[in-house]
């Protein structure tokens, strides 16, 4: 069954260091999005993409890149890891365009000590 | 004002009740509207899209669209405990790029 995975599921790391979030869709979806969820603030839009090569800032980009070398992944890092960035991250996908259903991943808990 | 606005609960229901969720968004041009159920520790997974105005129905749900009035609701009907869950209202916005804009959600409590 196709399906959107994300690795690690759950992540500790220091305050000042790199680190990559991973999603992998096997739908042959176009359309690729990573979210952060915070209490108060819901599900917030990082970064996104249309299709390889394609990368486009969300509502909260600073401090988040993402580089889309193939259909089937779009890797979030985390340039320097601030405590502010302590989250739930969602990756999701769509077919269509984006007023299309979006399916989304089992998420990533990240802690920034 | 907030782009999308749903009251945070909980809101707690009998089993059996109807539960009625509720929504405002600010983009009225906003043509698109999703309800998405999360439970805790879960990601979110979609329960009905709506387009048109009106009522649009899928078993125990209906979706409720009024765009003059900027609202969009969701009935559950003969709620049940499997139902107690977050519910996320998501609207596309083109004030944010024609992306999806999510409320901060309706924490949904059904009581046996």
């Known amino acids: 069954d196709a399906e959107i995975t994300q690795s690690p599921r759950h992540k500790i790391t220091e305050t000042g260091r790199q680190v990559t979030l991973a999603c992998h869709q096997t739908w042959n979806h176009n359309n690729m999005f990573w979210y952060r969820q915070d209490l108060g603030h819901g599900l917030r839009l990082i970064h996104y993409?249309?299709?390889?090569?394609?990368?486009n800032k969300g509502e909260v980009s600073d401090g988040y890149s993402v580089s889309r070398s193939n259909t089937e992944d779009l890797p979030l890092t985390l340039e320097s890891a601030a405590s502010s960035q302590t989250s739930v991250y969602f990756c999701?996908?769509?077919?269509?365009?984006?007023?299309?259903?979006?399916?989304f991943g089992p998420g990533t808990r990240l802690t920034v000590l | 004002q907030k782009e999308v606005e749903q009251n945070s609960g909980p809101l707690s229901v009998p089993e059996g009740a109807i539960a009625s969720l509720n929504c405002t968004y600010s983009?009225?041009?906003?043509?698109?509207f999703f309800w998405y159920r999360q439970y805790s520790g879960k990601s979110p997974e979609l329960i009905m899209s709506i387009y048109s105005n009106g009522d649009k129905e899928d078993g125990r749900f209906t979706a409720q669209l009024n765009k003059a009035s900027q609202y969009v609701s969701l009935l559950i009907r003969d709620s049940q405990p499997s139902d107690s869950a977050t519910y996320l209202c998501a609207v596309i916005s083109n004030n944010y790029g024609q992306n999806f804009v999510f409320g901060p959600g309706t924490r949904l409590s059904v009581l046996p």
């Open positions: 983009d009225r041009g906003s043509q698109s």
């Open positions: 999701a996908s769509s077919d269509s365009g984006p007023w299309d259903t979006q399916y």
């Open positions: 993409s249309y299709g390889v090569q394609d990368t």
